[in-house]
Structure formats: structure tokens, C-alpha cells
């Protein structure tokens, strides 16, 4: 007898660095976006949504883990062999869109964006390909008054999001103070294609995560990580990779002294002491807006990875520890952060279009909210569900149901094939609070049964013998059909208020 060949099936598994989002994560997402969102409205700002794939061009070479395929970026050509790219940031495609619209956009531009972004950049622990990002940006001025505004927008998003003052801080610092640090080293900030000037800024901006002692060795040959690869450092020597480190570790908690702290080191440099007055400037702005009492703080030690920042630049960092569920301490550290990027929209213009921005990682402050416990749970439980005693009777069943939606109550209709246990087990599984059983003597009675499962499940556990359960049928009322909405919202209430 002849073999059937039966076709390969596929392995149903999740490729690296992806995952499945489930509904009560959904749901707590969505409160934090809706946080997020009416404070950046409160500041002025506009919702903007651009294309998940733009044009690779466009999108220039800016990843820190440019060493991988497609330059960090996944990308595709189209049916013209042109290469598209998921935009691995929203800031790219906002230059973009700028640049096509400039004309007809007021100036400044303020316009605020969410959604998920991709990286084609190795996967970890708590390191995904796709995340979800929300920015704000304001394109056409030079003020640094809008960059002092965008750390307030950001230090006013964290505590609207639930972070009390002191478990978090807005930490400030300027690329052109850097630079002129760069310069007393040899190291020519205004060349843009300088592979050693990006090795130094994605080095410093590891420091939170490998401490001083693996920056350093990032400024020096390289560093071997646990796993055993080796990243190839700046190559700097002794001398340089202490000036670096001496600025990096020049910040202190009043602002005034840390500029007073890095002045010294960026004395010669045109483009450090520029970018010491602009500092300056801020700080002087956000110390009359009241927010120098710890919630925005210069640092020195804040560079962002990517090169295309060319002045101010932020990291929101929470301070705060918790434990994991081995007992081990745990360090969120920075859940957002931006800066000014006055050279991004004048790839398409070749004229110059200041612009300032900042950018917060949703999943990483969710997952932060979620060990202080303070996430914003869905005001509602899973849905009422409507359980089909007789086939025959499914517009009664249905009607049932869409009496609940109508009264603003979430509710479904079991449109499975299976008979009652299986039915409550499914209820069981929605998380529904209650189910409405009408079998033919409640429908000839012109009643319902309504059973909550929530405090079912609470007398279940205090009843030991089953004769006893099926007797006193735990948090199971029967009522009129007409009062079938009052009954349900009641129970609903109970265990939501």
C-alpha cells in the first residue's frame, strides 16, 4: 500500500525577540496611552500617525547596532525594487513628513505620535525587536526654550502616569558639551562619518548598564561581555578615557555646580562652551518653572546613543528598586528620553530645521508600574455571558444580550455547540462575572437565573461536600426577565466599586 505524503506542518512558535500581547496587558496599555496623551495635548501638542514602513533613505543610518543586516532596521524592496524599512523610531518618519509638508505646517510644528517601532538588533531579556513608543516633538526653532518645555512635558508624564517625585528624575545634558570635551582629545566632533567619535558616545551611553568600568573599557580596546563576544572599543588611551570619564562623572545634585564642574574641561572648545551657555539657559527656565527640585537635574553622564542628536539631549530615569520573584533587586533605570536633532529634517531640505523631541518606551514604564503594583486595571470584569439551554430559543438568548449592550453592559451570547458544564467552564475563562441561565421552566415562569461567579467561586472554597453546594446554590438569584439589566448591573457593581 502506497505512503501518503502529508505536507509538512508548520512549528507554531514566536520568532526571537517578538511576543503575543494579551488582553488585560492590552487594556493597561491603553489607560497608560490615554495618560500620556492627555498630558501631551495639555502642552499644545497634535496627534500625528505616519506609515509603518518608510523608505530605507529615508530613514538615514543611525541604529547603535548598525553592525547588523540591514543596518538595524528590517527591510524589503517593492513590486519598483525600491527598499522600504519598518521605521525603527517615529522620529525619522516625522522628519520625513516635515520635509514633504514644510510649506504648509505652522512653525514651530508640535505634533505628538504612538506606536510600535522595530529593530532588527539582538534580542534579551526584556529586549524586544518591536515596542511601542510615544513622542512628542516640536520642529522649527532654535529656542531652547523648547527643549526646557520638553523635559517639564516629561517629568508632568511621569507622575500623571503614577510616579511619585523621587522615584524618578529628567536628566539633562548637551552633545555640544561633549563635543568640546571630544576635541581636547583629538577626536573631531564635526565629522560626522567618524567611526571613533560614535564608538565613544554608544560607550558612555552604556554607563547606567555596564558601569564606569566597562564604559572605560569600551573607550579603550574593548569589552568582553558574559556571553563571551567581544565589542571592539574606541581604541582611546589612558589619558583620554580619564578626561572622558571625568566628565562623565562631573554631575551633582544642584545644577548650578555641575555646570560650574564641566566648565573647566570644555574651556578651549567654542562648541562646549556653546553648549555649556544653552545648559545654562534651561537650567535657568526650569528653575523658574519649579521643576530644579529634583525632578529635572543636569548630567553629564547622559549622551543617547544615537548620532543624530546635536545639542540637548534627556534620559527619564526611574530611581526606585524592587525585587523580582527571586528575591534579587531590580533597576528599571531609563524608560525614555530624547533631544534636540537640528540636522534630521535638512537631509531632505539641505536647508537647516531645528527640531527638539522626546520619546517614552510604554512597555518598559508598563513593566515598572507593574512591580510598584499600580497599574490601571480595567474598570470593568470580563463579559456577562448569555448560556444557551435550548438551541431553539437562540433569538431569546440573543435578545438577552443585547438588552445588556444596550444598558452599557459588556455581554455575549455563547455561540459555541457545547452543553452547560462546558459552557460555564468558558465563562469561567472570560473572566465573566456572572452568567444568565434560562432553561424551560424560567422561560415559562418569565424568569432568569442569574449566578455570580465571582462570589460562587468564594463559597465553593468554604464548602467541603458537594450535596451541600447543589443545596444551597452559592450567589444564584432567580428574577423577571424585566429585571434581568437591574440584577446583572448590581452584581457588576458589587465587585467593582
Known sequence: MAKTNNPARPTARLPKGFRDIEADELRETQAMLGAIREVYEHYGFEALETPAFEFTEALGKFLPDSDRPNEGVFSLQDEDEQWLSLRYDLTAPLARYVAENFDRLPKPFRRYATGNVWRNE???????????????????????????????????????????????????????????????????????????????????????????????????????????????????????????????????????????????????????????????????????????????????????????????????????????????????????????????????????????????????????????????????????????????ELPRYQRMAQLLREAGVRAEMYVGTSGMKAQMKYADKRGAPCVVIQGSNEREAGEVQIKDLIEGAKAAQSIGDNKEWKESRPAQVSVAEADLVAEVKRIIARHTD
Do not use: H, W
Not at 137 to 149: H, K, Q, Y
Not at 189 to 199: E, F, G, H, N, Q
Not at 327 to 341: D, I, K, L, Q
Not at 344 to 364: D, E, M, N
Open 122 to 392: 539582538k534580542p534579551g531579556p526584556g529586549r524586544f525587536r518591536q515596542f511601542t513608543q510615544f513622542d512628542a516633538d516640536t520642529v522649527g526653532t532654535e529656542n531652547v526654550a523648547a527643549d526646557a518645555e520638553i523635559c517639564m512635558l516629561a517629568a508632568d508624564t511621569m507622575e500623571a502616569l503614577g510616579f511619585a517625585r523621587g522615584e524618578y528624575v529628567i536628566r539633562v545634558n548637551n552633545r555640544k558639551v561633549l563635543d568640546g570635551v571630544l576635541e581636547g582629545i583629538g577626536v573631531d566632533p564635526a565629522d560626522s562619518y567618524c567611526a571613533k567619535r560614535l564608538v565613544i558616545l554608544r560607550a558612555v551611553d552604556k554607563l547606567d548598564r555596564l558601569g564606569a568600568e566597562g564604559v572605560s573599557l569600551l573607550l579603550g580596546a574593548g569589552r568582553k561581555d558574559d556571553s563571551g563576544d567581544f565589542t571592539k572599543g574606541a581604541g582611546l588611551d589612558e589619558a583620554a578615557i580619564a578626561k572622558v570619564m571625568a566628565f562623565v562623572n562631573s554631575g551633582t545634585e544642584k545644577g548650578s555646580d555641575t555646570l560650574k564642574a564641566i566648565a573647566s574641561l570644555v574651556v578651549d572648545s567654542e562648541a562646549g562652551q556653546q553648549g555649556l551657555a544653552e545648559l545654562a539657559e534651561m537650567q535657568s527656565l526650569l528653575d523658574v518653572a519649579g521643576y530644579c527640585d529634583g525632578r529635572v537635574r543636569m548630567d553629564p553622564s547622559v549622551v543617547r546613543g544615537l548620532e543624530y542628536y546635536t545639542g540637548p539631549v534627556f534620559e527619564a530615569e526611574l530611581t526606585f528598586e524592587v525585587t523580582d520573584d527571586d528575591g534579587r533587586p531590580v533597576r528599571f533605570g531609563s524608560v525614555g528620553g530624547g533631544g534636540r536633532y537640528d540636522d534630521l529634517v535638512a537631509r531632505f531640505t539641505g536647508k537647516p530645521v531645528p527640531a527638539t523631541g522626546f520619546s517614552i518606551g510604554v512597555s518598559r514604564l508598563q513593566a515598572a508600574l507593574t512591580a510598584l503594583g499600580r497599574n490601571k486595571k480595567a474598570a470593568s470584569p470580563g463579559p456577562v455571558v448569555v448560556l444557551v439551554m435550548d438551541r431553539a
